[in-house]
């Protein structure tokens, strides 16, 4: 399987940027997913990045990804109450199941 | 149907009691995968089904848990005579063969008492 850290807890201002961060081991992991998850809901699929990729940005989202140190990160930009949930991290070694994070809990402060 | 859908929404039964939980995916979604998120958890991973393969089983927990698909589309998971550490949010998620992400039903939540 696969191992994925994230750090659980992040707090922010209400109009600062956010950086949730990630590290995994399965270097094969071609596809690597974030997931929100608001209170009550099931995930949802925020963007992802092909492991041939570094970065990509997806309005106010930008996922930056360092295969040398199996370390991804997602920044969020002008963060909004809206944006408290929480984040999971989720590598995909070839066409194998995700492999998730414990997700990091993202607080907006007003 | 339009997402993946999950019944019930909340389960609560008593201990050693069987519990059914059902997920109908997107139609269309060959792959089907269930886990559990305990209480301040990640996502642990239970059973994945792919096509008419062989489901990987490998995360169930015990074998009081089992999980079948009919048909490539419904499937059923039970836990027979359920324990108070099988409390938890079971989500279903259903997604096509390949790059993209799964999509997440809105997840059972079972309660043991």
């Known amino acids: 399987g696969e191992d994925v850290e994230q750090s659980l807890f992040l707090s922010v201002r209400e109009g600062d940027s956010s950086v949730i961060n990630c590290t995994y081991t399965?270097?094969?992991?071609?596809?690597l997913y974030w997931y929100k998850q608001e209170p009550g809901a099931g995930l949802q699929l925020l963007t992802y990045?092909?492991?041939?990729?570094d970065m990509k940005q997806d309005q106010r989202l930008t996922v930056l990804l360092n295969k040398k140190d199996k370390h991804l990160s997602l920044r969020i930009a002008d963060t909004q109450t809206g944006d408290s949930a929480i984040y999971f991290c989720?590598?995909?070694?070839?066409?194998?199941?995700?492999?998730f994070g414990t997700g990091t809990r993202l607080t907006v402060i007003p | 149907g339009a997402g993946v859908s999950q019944s019930p929404s909340n389960k609560v039964t008593e201990k050693g009691k069987d519990v059914e939980l059902r997920c109908d995916p997107i139609?269309?979604?060959?792959?089907l995968y269930w886990y559990r998120q305990s209480l301040g958890q990640g996502l642990e991973f239970l059973i994945y089904?792919?096509?008419?393969?062989?489901?990987?089983k490998s995360g169930l927990p015990s074998d009081r848990f089992s999980a079948e698909r009919t048909g490539g589309s419904v499937s059923t998971l039970t836990i027979q005579r359920t324990q108070q550490e099988d409390s938890a949010v079971y989500l279903c998620?259903?997604?096509?063969?390949?790059?993209?992400?799964?999509?997440f039903g809105s997840g059972t939540r079972l309660t043991v008492v």
């Open positions: 998620a259903s997604s096509l063969p390949g790059v993209g992400g799964y999509t």
């Open positions: 399965d270097s094969s992991s071609t596809y």
């Open positions: 990045i092909f492991s041939n990729m």
């Open positions: 989720a590598p995909r070694p070839g066409a194998n199941n995700l492999f």
């Open positions: 139609s269309g979604h060959t792959a």
């Open positions: 089904f792919q096509g008419n393969s062989a489901p990987d």
